[in-house]
């Protein structure tokens, strides 16, 4: 047995589902827009849309982090790390009128600034002979300089004895100075020994200068020949450093004598 259709009690239930459906639906449209809008909190804004140059609408992007302020068109060196290719310069903006408006450190000058050069070094002395010079095996050269009382300067090149061998042979049997101007002896710590003029075909004229370049005394000095047994020996007032030989009488010329002194540029 079945209920008529207009019966009140079929009618009551089904005006309750029908309420229930309705709060059912509520409910869900309601959960789904309090997700949306939370989730849509949680993302970046939409963008905007802006006019370009030509008119036409264009998505702006958010600006990127502030970096270092401009400096002008202040010149980079550049760099071996790296095989980019070089940023181009860019140039300070225009001052403005407005009061409010903040301006950043003065630019850097772009103009170029004189810088005074180094000092160069002294040249040494080459080892090549020079014109007219004719090198004597076993010995160096090597340019001194004279400084005179009244600080006249002159300045030659020798040639060099500055070991035991080259000390022990000097001039002997050599006819002139093979083009230079004298010959130096060179000691490692000052000395008191004398010269002699064994197997020297030439007269010489010797100075004597002590560890500080000082003239300490200078003789003239005659060849002795081979057969004599005890040549005569020639030595200095002082201690000496260094002693120099030139041909006998031309220690004047180059500015040797008392109050002189001997360095090595």
Request: glycine letters at 10%; one cysteine or more; aromatic letters at 6%.
């Amino acid at each position: 047995m079945t209920a008529p259709a207009d019966d009140p009690t079929i009618v009551e239930t089904r005006r309750r589902r029908v309420t229930w459906l309705r709060r059912l639906i509520w409910i869900v449209l309601l959960v789904g827009i309090v997700a949306f809008l939370v989730e849509g909190a949680d993302n970046p804004p939409d963008p905007t849309l802006v006019p370009d140059e030509t008119g036409a609408e264009a998505a702006s992007e958010p600006a990127p982090p502030d970096g270092p302020e401009d400096l002008g068109a202040a010149a980079v060196m550049p760099t071996t790390t790296t095989s980019d290719p070089p940023a181009a310069p860019t140039t300070a903006p225009p001052a403005t009128s407005n009061p409010g408006a903040t301006t950043g450190p003065n630019p850097v000058p772009s103009a170029p600034t004189t810088v005074a050069a180094p000092t160069p070094a002294p040249v040494p002395p080459t080892t090549a002979p020079a014109a007219g010079r004719r090198p004597l095996p076993g010995f160096d050269e090597v340019a001194f300089r004279i400084t005179r009382p009244a600080g006249d300067v002159t300045n030659g090149v020798a040639l060099l004895a500055d070991d035991g061998a080259s000390r022990g042979r000097g001039l002997m049997e050599q006819t002139d100075l093979r083009g230079y101007d004298a010959m130096v002896f060179r000691f490692p710590a000052p000395s008191e020994g004398g010269f002699f003029m064994r197997n020297t075909l030439i007269p010489l004229s010797i100075a004597f200068f002590d560890a500080g370049g000082r003239f300490v005394s200078s003789a003239d000095m005659e060849p002795c020949p081979d057969e004599v047994e005890d040549c005569p020996t020639t030595g200095a007032d002082g201690p000496y450093l260094h002693a120099i030989e030139v041909a006998q009488g031309d220690l004047p010329g180059l500015g040797i004598g008392p109050g002189a002194d001997l360095s090595f540029p």
